[in-house]
């Protein structure tokens, strides 16, 4: 009961960088997607991700190599501020359960997480 009350809260009320978690829901062609964007409270850089059914898109903060050494589907975009520059970004790096997946370098983060749902 009491995550549904943290849920409401903090989905979509405060921007990432006001040093409260921005968590958000992402409507996809394929499904849905939940996405996380977390303020480092020393430095003020964000660490943004968003997950859906099967795999993740993560900013540049997270490492693609432990993805690829757990075996996840995991992609990576660089030079992001916000969930929504997540999603607009062009992917750099995919781990090869993504690539199974048939996410590939170049493509926007949302067309990725899309073939991750």
Same mark, same amino acid.
């Given at each position: 009961?009491?995550?549904?009350?943290?849920?409401?809260?903090?989905r979509g009320? !405060?921007p990432? *960088?006001s040093?409260l978690?921005?968590v958000r829901? !992402? $409507? !996809?062609?394929?499904?849905?997607?939940?996405?996380?964007c977390?303020?480092?409270? $020393?430095?003020?850089?964000?660490l943004?991700?968003?997950?859906?059914?099967?795999?993740?898109v993560?900013?540049g903060?997270?490492?693609?190599?432990?993805?690829e050494?757990l075996?996840?589907? $995991?992609?990576?975009?660089?030079?992001? *501020?916000s969930?929504?520059? !997540?999603l607009?970004r062009?992917?750099v790096q995919v781990?090869s359960k993504?690539r199974?997946? *048939?996410v590939?370098?170049?493509?926007k983060?949302r067309?990725a997480?899309?073939k991750?749902?």
């Open positions: 009961m009491w995550v549904e009350k943290v849920e409401t809260v903090i009320t !405060l990432c *960088g040093g978690v921005e829901e !992402l $409507a !996809l062609s394929r499904g849905a997607a939940v996405a996380l977390q303020s480092d409270y $020393a430095t003020g850089k964000p943004i991700a968003a997950f859906a059914s099967k795999g993740f993560m900013c903060l997270l490492d693609i190599g432990a993805a050494r075996g996840m589907a $995991a992609v990576r975009v660089l030079g992001v *501020g969930i929504d520059e !997540l607009e062009e992917v781990t993504a199974e997946l *048939g590939k370098e170049g493509m983060g067309e997480l899309d991750l749902s």
